[in-house]
């Protein structure tokens, strides 16, 4: 075995636990294509992305990651929201000097499920000594009117990817700038907890470990105990974090922000660090690579977009 391909093994290891993280929170289900056997999990993986397909095998290995939750919670100031289905997809470039970096898919790394927001807008700004937020209360008998669904979504490429901290606990594996879209018709289609410019950033950690295993296959998935393809599976893992801050809401009331302060005031919101956690359930990572990367040097990024594609139903 090349000392490249065993750095790269155990660089995926380190990532594919750490990417566990991910999957708690995100944006709207987006539609991708079916994959075949062991490439089911990664329809969004960033194959064809230049920096992917630049990857030679050799100085830089290219993978994919997968990570999934049924469920968790994250608290924002004074309100916590319960999180349903949710997905993360990247890809990421393992460096032979053991560095790595992080490549996003070009709809966003995370979708999800959108969750309900406790108490709707009732919750979130009533009662209100605000004579335009009273006069918006007193209409929210009607619980279509009073429904505030709250969506997080990517607003940039995750960073500050420790591949250590994946196979240990309590320590952060990786920043992941977010915001997160609430969605009523008084608040708007606008407005924002976190923004590009000012995300919310998480920096989750594992909890308790998780259980892996390692299988092969062929380029398009069919299993294959001695196939070009390996995958390591890590289940059952939770993570959290409790060190991010949250900045005020923005753009809610119509687009001119006209309610940014009794949903800031009733949520308690800007929330500085500490005040605020994430927890993730039962994370279920998955991710696969070429078993070895450098006998198919300079080209390992093609084949792997190239196996991808095979995989396609």
Same mark, same amino acid.
């Given at each position: 075995?090349?000392?490249?391909?065993?750095?790269?093994?155990?660089?995926?290891?380190?990532?594919?636990?750490?990417?566990?993280?991910?999957?708690? %929170?995100?944006?709207?289900?987006?539609s991708?294509?079916?994959?075949?056997?062991?490439?089911?999990?990664?329809?969004?993986?960033?194959?064809?992305?230049?920096?992917?397909?630049?990857?030679?095998g050799?100085?830089?290995?290219?993978?994919?990651?997968?990570?999934?939750?049924?469920?968790?919670?994250?608290?924002?100031?004074?309100?916590?929201?319960?999180?349903?289905?949710?997905?993360?997809?990247?890809?990421?470039?393992?460096?032979?000097?053991?560095?790595?970096?992080?490549?996003?898919?070009?709809?966003?790394?995370?979708?999800?499920?959108?969750?309900?927001?406790?108490?709707?807008?009732?919750?979130?700004?009533?009662?209100?000594?605000?004579?335009?937020?009273?006069? %918006?209360?007193?209409?929210?008998?009607?619980?279509?009117?009073?429904?505030?669904?709250?969506?997080?979504?990517?607003?940039?490429?995750?960073?500050?990817?420790?591949?250590?901290?994946?196979?240990?606990?309590?320590?952060?594996?990786?920043?992941?700038?977010?915001?997160?879209?609430?969605?009523?018709?008084?608040?708007?289609?606008?407005?924002?907890?976190g923004?590009?410019?000012?995300? %919310?950033?998480?920096?989750?950690?594992?909890?308790?470990?998780?259980?892996?295993?390692?299988?092969?296959?062929?380029?398009?998935?069919?299993?294959?105990?001695?196939?070009?393809?390996?995958?390591?599976?890590?289940?059952?893992?939770?993570?959290?974090?409790?060190?991010?801050?949250?900045?005020?809401?923005?753009?809610?009331?119509?687009?001119?922000?006209?309610?940014?302060?009794?949903?800031?005031?009733?949520?308690?919101?800007?929330?500085a660090?500490?005040?605020?956690?994430?927890?993730?359930?039962?994370?279920?990572?998955?991710?696969?690579?070429?078993y070895?990367?450098?006998?198919?040097?300079?080209?390992?990024?093609k084949?792997?977009?190239?196996?991808?594609?095979?995989?396609?139903?």
């Open positions: 075995m090349s000392l490249v391909s065993s750095r790269t093994r155990l660089a995926t290891l380190s990532a594919l636990t750490a990417l566990g993280a991910f999957a708690s %929170i995100g944006t709207a289900t987006a991708s294509p079916q994959l075949n056997g062991s490439w089911a999990p990664f329809d969004r993986c960033p194959v064809d992305a230049p920096a992917m397909l630049a990857t030679d050799l100085d830089q290995s290219p993978q994919c990651v997968s990570s999934s939750s049924v469920s968790g919670s994250i608290k924002l100031g004074n309100t916590t929201v319960v999180t349903g289905r949710t997905n993360l997809q990247i890809g990421v470039i393992q460096n032979a000097d053991g560095t790595s970096s992080v490549v996003a898919p070009p709809a966003g790394s995370i979708i999800a499920d959108s969750a309900t927001v406790p108490g709707g807008l009732l919750g979130l700004m009533c009662p209100s000594d605000i004579p335009f937020i009273t006069d %918006i209360c007193r209409q929210l008998s009607d619980a279509k009117l009073n429904k505030i669904t709250a969506t997080m979504e990517s607003v940039g490429t995750p960073s500050d990817f420790d591949q250590i901290a994946g196979v240990l606990t309590d320590m952060p594996i990786v920043a992941i700038p977010v915001r997160i879209h609430l969605e009523n018709p008084f608040l708007g289609s606008n407005c924002y907890i923004s590009k410019s000012n995300p %919310i950033i998480l920096r989750p950690s594992n909890k308790t470990a998780p259980d892996f295993a390692v299988e092969r296959s062929n380029g398009d998935g069919s299993p294959n105990e001695e196939g070009d393809m390996s995958r390591l599976n890590l289940l059952g893992s939770t993570q959290v974090d409790t060190t991010f801050a949250v900045p005020g809401a923005s753009g809610c009331g119509l687009g001119l922000g006209l309610v940014n302060g009794a949903v800031n005031l009733k949520t308690g919101l800007p929330s660090a500490g005040r605020n956690s994430l927890t993730l359930n039962d994370t279920q990572t998955y991710l696969t690579g070429l070895a990367p450098g006998v198919v040097a300079p080209d390992a990024g084949v792997l977009s190239q196996n991808w594609h095979s995989a396609v139903k």
